[in-house]
Structure formats: structure tokens, C-alpha cells
């Protein structure tokens, strides 16, 4: 589920493998995807956050863009440190999820 700004979060993960989808079936009325959903194999190791930085002005996801890995410096855009040598990433990851609607 994302917020109203189209973000969402996981908070507590341990490191591993993840899949990221868009359920298609959870849309709100009206809205429609322009391609097929997207599917995102995500590795976090510990002490690893994964965020989205859009480079588009716009915010829109540009062909070919890749999310990028942060290490918790406050120039590069996470607020939190990480918490290493735990196991676990106690931090949270944050995702933009971008629809855009067809007007008609």
C-alpha cells in the first residue's frame, strides 16, 4: 500500500532477496498502468539502505534508470544512520511507486 504521495516503505527487513511488483488489482478507479507491471529483484545486505532518486524534474522513471544504494551520509538523501555489524538493517528502505494516469 503506498501513502498518498505514492511512496511506500519496509521497515525491519532482515538482509535477503526481494521482490518488488505493482498489483495491477489494487488500483484506484480510473488509474492504469502504460506498460506491463514492473518486477524488481532487490539484494539488501546488512547495513544497506535501497532508495529511489527519480532524476527526472518531473519525478517520472526515465527508461534505463537504475535505483541506487546510500551509505546513510545525509548528502546523498537518507535522514538515518545505518546500524552495522548486527545482522540486521534497522533502518527503513523507502520506494517511489510512479503511475500515471490516462485521462478519457
Known amino acids: 500500500t503506498t ?4 511512496e ?3 521497515m525491519g527487513l532482515t538482509p535477503g532477496v526481494y521482490t518488488l511488483s ?4 489494487s488500483l484506484p478507479e480510473g488509474y492504469q498502468l502504460t506498460t506491463e507491471p514492473n518486477e524488481r ?3 539488501i545486505l546488512s547495513g544497506q539502505e535501497w532508495v529511489w532518486e527519480p532524476d527526472a524534474a518531473d519525478g517520472m522513471l526515465l527508461a534505463g534508470q ?13 535522514n538515518e ?11 527503513d528502505i523507502q520506494i517511489m511507486k510512479f503511475i500515471n494516469r490516462l485521462e478519457g
Do not use: S
Request: glycine letters at 14%; a negative charge.
Open 3 to 6: 501513502n498518498d504521495n505514492g
Open 8 to 10: 511506500f516503505w519496509f
Open 22 to 25: 505493482e498489483d495491477v488489482e
Open 41 to 43: 529483484e532487490i539484494t
Open 66 to 78: 537504475e535505483a541506487i544504494f546510500v551509505d546513510g551520509d545525509p548528502e546523498n538523501g537518507v
Open 81 to 91: 544512520d545505518l546500524v552495522w555489524g548486527n545482522g540486521r538493517l534497522e533502518d
